[in-house]
């Protein structure tokens, strides 16, 4: 249902008691729908390289955050506060930070763990 909504054109409203599965099969589906990427090939490539732990990965990763332009920054910060508001009900949802970022970014789990676990410094105004 939300699906058709969304592919008509017409506004998508969740309710509080919505699933959480079911809107995040519907951030899958837009994802894999955009055309290009909100990556550039050689950010996504400098996500992918991306090794360490701690600190370290923390500002690489928020140094490619920094390039983006603004849509694409608010897009992913978005996305990212989502998938934290997931992990952070993983009692019902069964879905950790860990978990997320495999299942809707295989190829980027290490920066994408990074930017759930430490989204508030990452992306402090969260975007509802």
């Known amino acids: ?14 309710h509080d008691n919505e699933s959480a599965h079911t809107i995040s099969s519907l ?16 950010g996504f490539m400098r996500l992918q390289s991306i090794r360490g732990s701690g600190d370290d990965m923390l500002h690489k ?19 990212i506060w989502h998938l934290r508001r ?13 978990n997320l970022a495999m299942c809707i970014f295989p190829l980027l789990v290490g920066p994408v763990l990074v930017m759930i676990n430490h989204c508030e410094e990452l992306f402090p105004d969260p975007i509802e």
């Open 27 to 42: 951030i899958i589906g837009f994802l894999r729908d955009v055309p290009g990427s909100i990556f550039s090939e050689t």
């Open 86 to 98: 997931v992990s952070d009900h993983r009692e019902h949802t069964k879905m950790d930070a860990r």
């Open 61 to 79: 990763v928020k140094d490619i955050l920094a390039e983006l332009p603004p849509p694409y920054h608010a897009s992913v910060n978005a996305l």
């Open 1 to 14: 249902m939300f699906r058709t909504f969304y592919d008509s054109g017409y506004p998508v409203i969740f």
